[in-house]
């Protein structure tokens, strides 16, 4: 016999609201800081970078150390920092890059952004453990 599960309509909802939120964040940074064609996109790799350092904190704050409401991970982690990141468009400033003759910017773009965020994730999760310590203690 296969167990009822809840609805799955909340995580939906949450998860849409979330990236509708995350979404017009990093439209709003874009606005604020328009990459001129030929040039490296800081805008989008600023954006990534901090949403990868914030889902790094934010996974280790929800599965190491709070027990939190159960659409808490959806709306933030998949909602709004997926909103929010953009690898998509950085895969298509890379294309750009390339494509309009700035091998040099599309090569360091291509290679610059992965390693950041990874590295971002990296330190934010491990800031965030020291700072927030294991589920019921001190760290």
Not at 21 to 36: D, E, I, N, S, V
Not at 38 to 53: E, K, Q, S
Not at 104 to 131: D, F, G, K
Request: glycine share 12%.
């Amino acid at each position: 016999m296969t167990a009822v599960r809840p609805s799955q309509a909340p995580v939906v909802a949450a998860v849409a609201v979330g990236g509708g939120l995350g979404a017009a964040a990093r439209y709003a940074a874009a606005l604020c800081w328009p990459t001129p064609a030929g040039h490296f996109p800081w805008a989008v790799f600023l954006v990534n970078i901090a949403g990868c350092a914030a889902m790094g904190a934010l996974m280790v704050a929800v599965t190491e150390v709070w027990s939190p409401h159960r659409l808490l991970r959806p709306f933030l982690g998949t909602g709004v920092l997926g909103g929010f990141t953009t690898f998509s468009t950085y895969a298509v400033d890379v294309r750009d890059l390339a494509a309009g003759g700035h091998p040099a910017t599309a090569l360091v773009c291509l290679a610059a952004t992965p390693l950041a965020a990874l590295t971002a994730v990296w330190l934010a999760a491990s800031a965030a453990r020291r700072v927030l310590g294991p589920k019921g203690g001190a760290a």
